[in-house]
């Protein structure tokens, strides 16, 4: 899952009240796969529910567009009524990058999504945040203005004309706004204090907003205005950070209810930081806090990473690792058990029903490559013994960097594992790609060959799934070899007491190197155009001679060391 697009969809529908019709909508949604229904958050004052789901970006525009289209038949907005600004059956559809995708892609995907919903469901379209196509149309709030009750006249202004759809109120449906914006995480910070006041002012100190400048007394004093008459504002520490203070009765303590609008401009340990500071600095201190709902990924690894760094430790380091750093950090665990598992958007839509290879023990693998099974093979073994020589790399690194007397060079070290970790963790995935390479090719293989058309199609995909069988092992082949770079710096400059794991590590990438060319070979045996197939070879053994000097190098370097 960590290498796929994913792209999180947060609908707000406007009925709060009746479950059934929202269970209906979320239906649609929970229909497509490739998407995963992650929460449903109704509101009856507010009579609106706030939908979160994700997953890949087709899929997601798919759920997004069915679920609108469900809204439309069931929701009546000339019978709504609560205490949120809203102006449609689907009131917002906002787009989130979650992994492995710009915003620039996702600007793309929720454009799509507007013209489709504009043309085929004749709904009135407003894109705002990062895909308005113009500056004031940016601000949801401008969008939105005059409500539901003020969609008439807004459809006869021409400066408001709907950007997909027809400029025309639909009295049961209204308008939606369908936008691109970064993450949103609600996150509260824990006081060692009862005091909702005090948690106020701590809020007034870090959010953007801010607090009004008073004339005297800070705290009293009448608000100060400017030559114009309009109340001046001190800005707060964060930006893209809105703060409240309030008492939680179930814990007994007061918080710092914060709302972090764009986790790319005031990340979830920063915000930390400064409450923390904040609270010292009012005789209080942050003893904890949490996060409500869903985060991506790369939250938390940022925030381990961050303090890591101030510890001056490696973040060379397995996530899990990271993610452990990050609760005991900000205290993620003072209130109740931080399950990542089910807190962070990737690990949640891991499927936990498949069998990966990487998942067994050492001795169940030894046993399923030994099996009468024709995978895992050769392929999946090379990038194995790469993924091992990687990891010793990278552990050399780690423990260069936490050596006595090596302070100042921690960071030297902890930029080496890094890279060790990256090369580890692709090719430990390639231990599964080489597999599922191999069983693409049967699946062709078996593919009907009873008609001239069937035969056709049969033929093209066992080409294509060749290509794919020779791409496979020739990226193990370039990840091992790259991986050496790590490896030869360890031994000329790691600590000394680890100069043989380095050496045992150049050893595992260049068999890695060496058996997935033979890979490499033998498929590109199969494939019928030559070209490709004599590109490979020669770039194959270009790897193969300077792996082959590589270790030559490194071996001499640990030799060396030895005597």
């Not at 997601?60 to 907005?77: N, P, W, Y």
Request: include cysteine.
């Amino acid at each position: 899952m960590s290498g796929k697009k994913l792209i999180e969809c947060v609908p707000n529908f406007s009925e709060g009240c009746d479950m059934g019709i929202i269970k209906q909508i979320t239906n649609e949604i929970e229909a497509v796969e490739g998407v995963k229904l992650i929460d449903v958050d109704p509101g009856k004052a507010t009579n609106r529910t706030v939908v979160t789901f994700v997953g890949t970006p087709d899929e997601v525009i798919e759920a997004a567009f069915r679920a609108t289209r469900k809204a439309m038949e069931l929701i009546d907005m000339s019978k709504h009524h609560g205490a949120h600004p809203r102006f449609g059956a689907t009131d917002v559809c906002p787009l989130v990058p979650v992994a492995n995708i710009t915003m620039d892609e996702v600007v793309v995907y929720a454009r799509k999504l507007a013209k489709r919903i504009g043309e085929e469901l004749g709904i009135p379209v407003y894109c705002y945040e990062f895909a308005a196509f113009e500056e004031k149309r940016r601000n949801l709030a401008n969008c939105r203005a005059g409500e539901y009750e003020g969609l008439p006249n807004k459809m006869k202004d021409a400066a408001w004309k709907p950007d997909f759809g027809p400029a025309k109120f639909l009295p049961q449906t209204g308008a939606i706004a369908v936008g691109a914006r970064n993450f949103l995480v609600a996150y509260n910070v824990n006081l060692n204090t009862t005091s909702t006041r005090r948690a106020n002012a701590i809020a007034f100190d870090i959010r953007e907003k801010g607090r009004p400048q008073r004339v005297g007394n800070p705290y009293t004093g009448k608000i100060a205005l400017d030559e114009k008459g309009n109340e001046i504002w001190i800005p707060g520490a964060l930006k893209a950070c809105k703060a409240i203070g309030w008492f939680i009765d179930e814990f007994g303590i007061a918080q710092v209810s914060i709302n972090l609008t764009d986790i790319t401009v005031t990340p979830l340990h920063i915000a930390f930081e400064e409450a923390n500071k904040r609270a010292t600095e009012r005789g209080l201190r942050a003893t904890g806090s949490e996060i409500v709902g869903v985060l991506p990924l790369s939250a938390m690894l940022d925030a381990g990473k961050y303090f890591l760094r101030k510890q001056q430790r490696s973040t060379g380091i397995p996530d899990r690792e990271i993610i452990k750093i990050a609760v005991k950090s900000m205290g993620l665990d003072e209130l109740y058990p931080f399950d990542p598992d089910k807190k962070i958007i990737e690990y949640i839509l891991e499927d936990k029903n498949s069998k990966k290879l990487v998942d067994l023990s050492v001795e169940k693998f030894a046993q399923e490559t030994a099996s009468e099974s024709p995978a895992p093979g050769g392929g999946s073994i090379s990038a194995a013994m790469g993924a091992f020589g990687a990891a010793l790399a990278t552990m050399v690194a780690n423990l260069s960097s936490h050596k006595a007397g090596w302070d100042e060079r921690w960071e030297e070290f902890s930029n080496w594992a890094e890279k060790g970790k990256y090369y580890m963790e692709q090719l430990t995935k390639m231990v599964d790609e080489d597999t599922n390479a191999f069983n693409k090719i049967m699946n062709a293989f078996g593919l009907p060959k009873g008609t001239d058309e069937e035969k056709a199609a049969r033929t093209k995909a066992i080409e294509e799934a060749t290509l794919y069988a020779i791409e496979v092992p020739f990226k193990v082949m370039q990840l091992c070899y790259e991986s050496m770079e790590v490896v030869k710096a360890m031994a000329e400059h790691g600590n000394p007491n680890s100069v043989t794991d380095a050496g045992v590590g150049a050893l595992a990438a260049r068999s890695g190197v060496m058996g997935a060319f033979l890979n490499v070979k033998i498929n590109a045996a199969g494939l019928k155009d030559k070209t490709v197939t004599q590109n490979y070879i020669e770039r194959g053994n270009e790897i193969v001679a300077k792996t082959i000097e590589m270790e030559r190098v490194i071996l001499s370097i640990v030799e060396g060391k030895i005597n």
